[in-house]
């Protein structure tokens, strides 16, 4: 990312990255083979990094936030992949939810639920699937009815991240339910209203301290005023207009886990002997490591770019769907052939390429599934783009 900063700004993302790597090294390395037991990072992380300036990094001062914009959060996206651990959803928390309380948030919204995210008080989570709508999310049932001053949720929401330690939640939901998408808002509801209940930590191949949750809705009454921007069915479109920057966080750290899985290979191939010399002086290694590396390196080119146009207003839908679905899909590519370099060590989950390896395989799926994002680059080609 580098090589897009001016240099007038370069210096100061310098530091800050600087202040990233620091508090991983002191505050998260050390934790995280107790986290990945534990099935979460512990809600101390979260308030160390909150004082430490990591949260929120691109909401504005007077919210609290680090009055920064998207490239502050690419750098706390790649720092954590640096070390091999999104588990830690501060990319979530920040540069997901945060925005659509800033840019849809009510002037008492923002002030209740930013600053308190800023500091790690509060930790978010948006809700968005359903046991029976993924991708596709005009067929979520969740309901949201108009009861006097009160919304009443009633539903079931599941692979939600952050969901065993959030303390608010947006929710995804009907409340008009003839309507599809049209029908649909955002709530904020927090985790201490009555009716709410967590399910269980769910147990996956990858991210083990990442908490992943299913959650419930049993009649949750909730204030009309925590509709998100005070205005009904406004959901879908504020959910369209804030996927490409989430699409492109999944992009940046898929060229960041690639970047650092082929460091730690060539590292290893150069230290590892097989047959009288090193792994790195045998032809096939270094040609798979060739190719690894141009992959990476193209996609960083693409990924910058794409940054540069999400800071001037300028991603479109298509590119942003281009950068999640092609980055997370040469990510598996390259993680596998990395490490198959690793020998049987590759499969030891006491190696970082291990956790790279089960890690990468949710970024084909989350932030929609790729086959949607080829869908969504289809319909800008074209004969059905002129329609």
């Known amino acids: 990312m580098d090589a897009i900063v001016p240099k007038a700004e370069a210096a100061e993302l310098a530091l800050f990255r600087d202040t990233v790597r620091r508090f991983l090294g002191d505050h998260v390395v050390p934790h995280i083979a107790t986290w990945r037991q534990a099935g979460m990072v512990s809600r101390a992380a979260w308030r160390e990094a909150g004082r430490a300036g990591?949260?929120?990094?691109?909401?504005?001062?007077?919210?609290?936030?680090?009055?920064?914009?998207?490239?502050?959060?690419?750098?706390?996206?790649?720092?954590?992949?640096?070390?091999?651990?999104?588990?830690?959803?501060?990319?979530?928390?920040?540069?997901?939810?945060?925005?659509?309380?800033?840019?849809y948030g009510t002037a008492a919204q923002k002030r209740r639920y930013l600053p308190a995210m800023a500091s790690g008080e509060m930790i978010a989570a948006i809700a968005m699937t359903e046991p029976?709508?993924?991708?596709?999310?005009?067929?979520?049932?969740?309901?949201?009815?108009?009861?006097?001053?009160?919304?009443?949720?009633?539903?079931?929401?599941?692979?939600?991240?952050?969901?065993?330690?959030?303390d608010l939640v947006i929710v995804a939901a009907k409340t008009r339910a003839d309507a599809g998408g049209k029908g649909i808002s955002l709530i904020a509801v927090e985790t201490?209203?009555?009716?709410?209940?967590?399910?269980?930590?769910?147990?996956k191949i990858g991210k083990h301290a990442q908490d992943t949750s299913e959650l419930f809705f049993d009649d949750v009454r909730v204030p009309a005023e925590n509709l998100l921007g005070g205005v009904p069915d406004q959901g879908f479109v504020q959910l369209m207009q804030q996927l490409p920057q989430e699409r492109l966080v999944i992009a940046v750290g898929a060229v960041a886990a690639m970047e650092a899985a082929v460091a730690e290979t060539i590292a290893y191939t150069e230290s590892r002997r097989a047959f009288g010399?090193?792994?790195?002086?045998?032809?096939?290694?270094?040609?798979?490591?060739?190719?690894?590396?141009?992959?990476?390196?193209?996609?960083?080119?693409?990924?910058?770019?794409?940054i540069r146009k999400l800071c001037a207003g300028t991603l479109d839908v298509a590119t942003a769907a281009m950068a999640k679905y092609w980055t997370s899909d040469v990510q598996g590519?390259?993680?596998?052939?990395?490490?198959?370099?690793?020998?049987?060590?590759?499969?030891?989950?006491?190696?970082?390429?291990?956790?790279?390896?089960?890690?990468?395989r949710v970024?084909?799926?989350?932030?929609?599934?790729?086959?949607?994002?080829?869908?969504?680059?289809?319909?800008s080609l074209g004969g059905e783009k002129k329609r």
């Open 132 to 166: 029976d709508a993924g991708s596709d999310l005009q067929a979520m049932r969740t309901r949201a009815v108009r009861e006097g001053d009160h919304f009443v949720i009633h539903g079931q929401k599941t692979f939600i991240s952050n969901g065993q330690l959030a």
């Open 277 to 306: 010399k090193a792994l790195f002086e045998f032809q096939n290694t270094r040609f798979v490591l060739a190719e690894a590396a141009t992959v990476a390196r193209v996609a960083r080119v693409f990924v910058d770019d794409c």
């Open 54 to 103: 990591l949260l929120c990094a691109s909401v504005p001062a007077e919210y609290g936030g680090g009055g920064g914009d998207f490239r502050h959060e690419a750098v706390i996206i790649e720092e954590l992949a640096r070390i091999g651990f999104g588990d830690f959803a501060i990319p979530l928390h920040n540069a997901i939810i945060a925005p659509y309380i800033l840019h």
């Open 333 to 360: 590519k390259v993680i596998d052939a990395c490490q198959q370099l690793f020998g049987g060590y590759g499969y030891m989950a006491e190696y970082p390429i291990a956790h790279r390896y089960t890690d990468a």
């Open 363 to 379: 970024q084909r799926i989350y932030g929609g599934a790729n086959e949607i994002m080829k869908e969504l680059i289809a319909r």
């Open 192 to 203: 201490t209203a009555p009716g709410f209940r967590r399910g269980r930590n769910l147990e």
